[in-house]
């Protein structure tokens, strides 16, 4: 996994010195970001040898990588330690004054801060108010300790040992159960052209897809998305290291780059169309042409095709979209047919599955049993299927 160390200026700088070897021991990739103020205390050459890796502060460095943005993209988790009153103010605000301002507003990754300062500063409402603005968004904080500080002064505001820190990273860098294995996956949902302005489309977000190519990037897993016509704000999570997205806008193409992957795990959670529109128009349809009519092709069915050419050991998973309420039957059907490993039913509606937030599943295998059911967020419902997965390898 990649870890971003952001080091800011306090004395405890000396002890994360030790918590990147830790991470460097665990077999991770870390990048260290110090502060300008954090490099009086531990100099960058120390950073450089210890992470084995290169090492800037500001945002002008590197300027052709992009890396005041590339390193936010990249990584899985980002630990601020020790993190100053000043930085947790900046972090608070939203600054991107320097390399790890701007990468900290870059990422999705989980953050992990670990507060060091004088106890009367950590007990300011100014920094306290910071705080409870940080944990509403979602930074998860390790510490300050209560302790012996900088000066003869004790009370809260110590930097935890690194040894805690490093023990508060482990569960946000996910239980990598799913490390070592390639796990492909299709979002979205495909559209067929009618004239070269219209098409057949549905109205699939690709955020259960997104979600689960999140989970299983979280879990270890390389992942290959292919995004069927998905709005950047629902992608962005999955722009990221370790995930490759691939484009596909038709069943067609969908079915080229799905089939030229090569995968441990394939998951087929796009929308395909079932048919495309035989005659397509070269020029834009125009209501003088008359009253139009559609001659509609069936598309080859992508996972059925996949399961019947799947290597031993591959595991293939569809979903199936359903209304009504025998869409436990429907769905062992819809497997049968396609002879895939398991099937994820889903009950869509009006109202339900297609563009909100929550979905609702259950997960069938090959002896038709319900082997898992999720209620929840749509990332809920996407571990709920990886869990399936491995409990099938
Ligand atoms: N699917 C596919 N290729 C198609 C159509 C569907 O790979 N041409 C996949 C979807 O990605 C999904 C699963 O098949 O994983 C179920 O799709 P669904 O539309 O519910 O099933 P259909 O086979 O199209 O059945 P129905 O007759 O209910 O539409």
Redesign the pocket.
């Given at each position: 996994m990649v870890i971003v160390v952001g080091v800011t200026g306090g004395i405890a700088a000396y002890k994360a010195v030790q918590l990147v070897r830790l991470f460097i021991a665990d077999g991770h990739e870390v990048h260290v970001i110090p502060t300008e103020d954090a490099l009086r205390f531990v100099g960058l050459p120390t950073w450089e040898a210890i992470s084995r890796n290169r090492v800037t502060t500001s945002v002008h460095d590197d300027v052709p990588q992009v890396r005041h943005v590339a390193l936010g993209q990249k990584a899985d988790l980002i630990v601020v330690a020790p993190a100053t009153a000043n930085t947790l103010a900046g972090m608070a605000a939203g600054l991107a004054s320097d390399l790890l301002g701007t990468t900290l507003l870059s990422s999705t990754a989980p953050v992990l801060v670990a507060p060091a300062m004088h106890t009367e500063m950590w007990r300011h409402p100014a920094t306290q108010a910071n705080m409870e603005v940080l944990v509403s968004r979602g930074v998860h904080v390790v510490g300050p300790d209560d302790g012996e500080l900088t000066g003869g002064d004790s009370g809260p505001g110590r930097m935890s040992e690194p040894e805690a820190i490093h023990k508060a990273a482990a569960p946000l860098l996910g239980p990598g159960d799913l490390r070592g294995l390639t796990v492909a996956i299709?979002a979205g949902g495909t559209r067929e052209p009618i004239d070269p302005v219209r098409y057949i489309g549905n109205r699939s977000s690709g955020r259960q897809g997104v979600a689960l190519a999140v989970a299983a990037r979280e879990r270890g897993a390389r992942v290959l998305l292919a995004a069927c016509n998905i709005e950047a704000e629902v992608l962005r999570p999955a722009e990221r290291d370790g995930i490759a997205i691939t484009p596909a806008n038709t069943?067609a193409e969908l079915s080229k780059v799905m089939n030229g992957y090569e995968a441990d795990v394939i998951i087929?959670?796009?929308?395909?169309?079932?048919y495309s529109v035989e005659n397509v128009s070269e020029g834009k349809r125009t209501k003088a042409d008359g009253h139009p009519s559609l001659s509609l092709v069936e598309?080859?069915?992508?996972?059925?095709g996949l399961a019947a050419r799947r290597r031993e050991s591959q595991q293939v998973v569809?979903?199936?979209?359903?209304t009504g309420d025998d869409f436990i039957e429907r769905g062992r059907q819809?497997r049968r047919?396609?002879d895939v490993d398991l099937i994820a039913v889903n009950v869509v509606g009006w109202t339900q599955g297609f563009e909100s937030a929550d979905n609702q599943v259950a997960i069938i295998d090959r002896s038709d049993e319900v082997i898992g059911e999720a209620a929840g967020s749509k990332a809920e419902v996407a571990h709920a299927i990886l869990d399936a997965v491995l409990a099938g390898r």
């Amino acid at each position: 996994m990649v870890i971003v160390v952001g080091v800011t200026g306090g004395i405890a700088a000396y002890k994360a010195v030790q918590l990147v070897r830790l991470f460097i021991a665990d077999g991770h990739e870390v990048h260290v970001i110090p502060t300008e103020d954090a490099l009086r205390f531990v100099g960058l050459p120390t950073w450089e040898a210890i992470s084995r890796n290169r090492v800037t502060t500001s945002v002008h460095d590197d300027v052709p990588q992009v890396r005041h943005v590339a390193l936010g993209q990249k990584a899985d988790l980002i630990v601020v330690a020790p993190a100053t009153a000043n930085t947790l103010a900046g972090m608070a605000a939203g600054l991107a004054s320097d390399l790890l301002g701007t990468t900290l507003l870059s990422s999705t990754a989980p953050v992990l801060v670990a507060p060091a300062m004088h106890t009367e500063m950590w007990r300011h409402p100014a920094t306290q108010a910071n705080m409870e603005v940080l944990v509403s968004r979602g930074v998860h904080v390790v510490g300050p300790d209560d302790g012996e500080l900088t000066g003869g002064d004790s009370g809260p505001g110590r930097m935890s040992e690194p040894e805690a820190i490093h023990k508060a990273a482990a569960p946000l860098l996910g239980p990598g159960d799913l490390r070592g294995l390639t796990v492909a996956i299709s979002a979205g949902g495909t559209r067929e052209p009618i004239d070269p302005v219209r098409y057949i489309g549905n109205r699939s977000s690709g955020r259960q897809g997104v979600a689960l190519a999140v989970a299983a990037r979280e879990r270890g897993a390389r992942v290959l998305l292919a995004a069927c016509n998905i709005e950047a704000e629902v992608l962005r999570p999955a722009e990221r290291d370790g995930i490759a997205i691939t484009p596909a806008n038709t069943a067609a193409e969908l079915s080229k780059v799905m089939n030229g992957y090569e995968a441990d795990v394939i998951i087929m959670a796009a929308a395909v169309a079932d048919y495309s529109v035989e005659n397509v128009s070269e020029g834009k349809r125009t209501k003088a042409d008359g009253h139009p009519s559609l001659s509609l092709v069936e598309n080859d069915d992508i996972v059925a095709g996949l399961a019947a050419r799947r290597r031993e050991s591959q595991q293939v998973v569809a979903f199936a979209a359903e209304t009504g309420d025998d869409f436990i039957e429907r769905g062992r059907q819809k497997r049968r047919k396609k002879d895939v490993d398991l099937i994820a039913v889903n009950v869509v509606g009006w109202t339900q599955g297609f563009e909100s937030a929550d979905n609702q599943v259950a997960i069938i295998d090959r002896s038709d049993e319900v082997i898992g059911e999720a209620a929840g967020s749509k990332a809920e419902v996407a571990h709920a299927i990886l869990d399936a997965v491995l409990a099938g390898r």
